[in-house]
């Protein structure tokens, strides 16, 4: 994919140089910086966790929860191993930001981990990287070594008694892996599957140790916020919603692409950096957070700007960052029936709510697109939906049923029409 | 403590509990699939979603912690509500088969679709349908009825100790399997029938012969080791349908071994005796009681007065109870007899000690130990349940270790181990002495002579275990029971137990063994050795049964009159004169005492079969025939009262009476290892034959060296080889097993193919057939 504006994350890269990902390349605009100041300086723990709250960044993985806050969590002097763990499952439908980070600019994660690791007094650190990904994974190890190579990582970094190993992991591929206590299991070599919580990864996480787990996006800030300070990192957003977001925006845009822009920024604004609708068609409708996040019809989403509060404002979600932008063509039948066959396919199978009712969800859908619908089925999707959701080990099955809640809210009529054809299509 | 609420009853539980530990303590019942006590918690089957105040959603019961002040509502609308989705989506894919489902009146899902499920269902679609998967021949399958609860996958996992299933696939294709072509072998693998809530997981022996609400509920206790299981019998017609554990946290807690979950299929065995038989000219005719009784009275009465009272020996099977055994002494001092010998499988018996050997503390004490030392001991085929128990136990810090002639695996941790051949079990013994001794400065009493005793870095390692702890014991298992040299072994095992502060435990083999004992049915030896005129055999079978079956079975070939007092028709019939039927545990009250000194007292579950009767009644009988007083016995509880008088735990001692001479010896050449193996334990476990169908009994067919043993015989796994033993000799296919010294030579006891064996531990020749 292509980065067609520069924020936090991406900075001064310069994505027509091949070798912008190198060390080298970081280091020039600014890298490592951070980290050497935090050595040369002896910045303390506390000090770093204070200005994470002060810049506001909220988790850039979909839940948008204050890093400061989860980073305080972290028992510090618990005596045993303690782990960080980076969230590079990138598997939500619509998202492809984190792989470009670790493609375009791995050295700012693998910096963001190490400070990480050292306000939070950790000494090991895993990054998972999604499974159909491996040449990124490739040039991930890559950048590994190049940071071990020069001091960055490893024993005594930068001559200091600090000691970070870094490590990254291939997974396969699987959708669940992405929720963290599912990839802390595939981590541990088991079937990738959501632990029931409490007890939280902050106190029972890898290898049941404390665990503090973000997303890649999440860390790869981190350099920015300690160079430039918190408050400057809030200032580019608004109150509470600090910072610039990637943002993967697809579908019927001119200009499909990773747009890393101020949160608060209007959507009207994003749309039109995308070049506006491809071949001049109206704006139908927008899924704002990535699949798990409810459509939003046009009218709603000009209104509302890109950040975490105004979207969840608007009935949806910021989640990942994934903006599924659909034209006048779209039927929001197919849409949703593709969409619940994904949660169908992708789901566990562990707790029962979710195993059974993502298949049931998609046969109803499925045959209502197919022309077969009855009059009882979308009440029978509210109904199954009303049983998945909050019933579940994970969110998985709130993920699941979030879609169906949205497209009968808002294009109800598209699916009554349809049963209504078919209901008039059978022969007496 | 913590103060809740569930449904308006406020009550205080301990810090830790879960709304489910609370909910049952006060005996509210939430409905629950996934959750069981004694595995690990899932929250998966999400059944026992609860309300509980502040909460935005419903949680689960079983996995949420209890806070102080917590208010939990199990039957609000929010609750129900949720159980019912629960409920709905669990019917979706499952069979409505319950006419034709084994499981039908004993379903959880069933049970609790009655409270919590819909008449009809909204669900039009095509139901899922699971192929089936080949457990092995205890455990039935109809995997579409499965609802993933995961309870047998954790069982295989945490009790068993090997995830012998697992969860495979994703989502709704989610499928509970076996590892790829393998079955599940566990030796308690049909706990996970019990376990399961449906009828995805069922009893193939039991498997369409009857439905749950036409048998009868029994209780009765184990026969087939000395744990002393508590069992549910369930009865029909008076045959034996099924037998399932019946809970006893302080025996069994709520598992069963396969070995006393599927023996019974032997109890409706075609080679039942149903009628006393006489030998007469050579032939085999059916006899009246009276007769029978009449003959066999006037045969011993006649061979003693012939030939003197040590011409008549009586061997019983330590499986008999309590009231068997001592009205069969009783009988049999009435003669003059006094050779009542109920451990023929023991080679070695100048271990006297001051009372009857037991386990030396409770079951439960045994597993809050910190250390235990195993002394030639198969734990898990040798008692199942004991080994699961350990087993927790390990994981809460126990160190177990071992000397022995195998490394079979525990399916545990085992902190230190030292291999030894099967007949230097005392040098192995006798370097964790002097490793002691070496490292607490101590004196080792003077019939313990350590010199040339070289410690090696696993005596040293074992010895650090037993150190310095305030809980420890050394266990001696059936190996070594059963050894040559069991009164050095057991001398050494005293000395190290008295160094380091340990119990010492001698488990009870038989589910009577400590019983046999107390009453004195250890007397003569190995009564094959010189042989006698007459045999009276209570239960057994002298080739499968003794030490060294050759010779036992050659000793009953040759005598002038064999008594067999036995369930089943057997071999016997070539050198017996009179067989006798009499009851199997199922169908005679009786007691056994078990390996923790406990005496448990149990009623015949079925009427005996054609014209058997309990033994005890024969022998009351048989007393009055030869004019005996003393055997006005009016019930079995009589016998027992007489039998068991006072209290039995003051009769229980592992002490010594006198020292034993210990001595390191030499040892070379191939060696026997043999072992009674899993199933082939007494005449009822070798008669069913699901177990003999089983991965275990399979590998008792074999016999197994190490690899570079195998290549110095020239034997190839999977070939043949031909082993002679004494004058016997029997054809087994190879195996290799690397847990094995050079030179040891393992091949099962107690099987059909090696009766024409001697020893289980001893010289053997083996060549490539």
Redesign the interface.
Known sequence: MTVYVKGVVFGDVDFDNPDCWRLEEYVKRGGYAALKKIINEKISQDDIIAEMKTSSLRGRGGAGFPTGLKWSFMPRSFPGQKYLVCNTDEGEPGTFKDLDIIVYNPHALIEGMIIGGYAMGITVGYNYIHGEVFEAYQRFEEALEEARAAGFLGDNILGSDFSFQLHAHHGYG?Y?CGEETALLESLEGK?GQPR?K?PFPASFGLYGKPTTINNTETFASVPYIVREGGQKFLELGKPNNGGTKLFSVSGHVNRPGNYEIPLGTPFADLLEMCGGMRDGKKLKAVIPGGSSAPVLPADIMMQCTMDYDSIAKAGSMLGSGAVIVMDETVSMVSALERLSYFY??????????C??????LY?VVHRIAKGEGRP?DLD?LS?VG??IA????CALGDAAVFPVRGMLKHFRHEFEDLIKDAQTAKPL | MLEIEIDGKKLTVPGGSTVMDAANSIGVHIPHFCYHKKLS???????C?VQVEKA???L?AC?T?VTDGMKVFTHSDQAVT?QK??M???L??HPLDCPICDQGGECQLQDLAVGYGQSSS??A?EKRVVANKDLGPLISTDMTRC??CSRCVRFTEEIAGFQEL??A??????EVMPFIGKTVNSEISGNVIDLCPVGALTSKPFRYSARTWELSRRKSVGAHDGLGSNLIVQVKNHKVMRVLPLENEAINECWLSDRDRFSYEALNSAERLTAPMLKQGGVWQQADWQTALEYVANGLKQIVAEHGKDSVAVVASPNSTVEELFALRKLMAGLGVEQVQAFARQADFAARTQGAKWLGQSIEELAQNEAILLVGSTLRKEQPLLAQRLRQSVKKGLLLSAVNPHRDDLLTKVAAELLVRPDQLVEGLLQVVKAVAEQQNATVPSHIDLSGVVVSAEAAAIAQTLIGKTKATVLLGNLAQNSARFAEVYAAAEVLATLTGAKLAVPAIAANSVGAELIGADVGGNVFAMPKKAYVFLGVEPEFDAHNGAQALAAAQQAEMVVVLSPFQSCALEYADVMLPVSPFTETSGTFVNMEGKAQSFNGVVRPLGETRPAWKVFRVLGNVLGFSGFDYNSSEEIRDEALAGDIASRLSNTLVTPVAVKAQAATGLVRLGEVPVYGTDSIVRRAPSLQASADASLAQTLRVNAATASKLGLVAGGMAKVNQAAGEAELSVAIDDGLLDDVVRVAAATPLTRNLGDLVGAISVAKA
Request: negative net charge; contains cysteine; glycine residues 10%.
């Open positions: 699987a669940i079937k029931f409490p169908h396919e992708e789901s566990c199978g562990q707790c029962t709510p195993r059974e009712g993502t298949g049931w046969r009882e029978l109904r009303d049983n909050g019933r579940t080990i | 918690i899932a929250a998966n089957c999400r059944m979603l935005p959603k419903p689960p996995a912690p949720a989705g629960v709905e989506f669990l979706i894919n909204d669900y679609e609802i993933h697992g969860m696939n994703r989502g709704e294709f989610t």
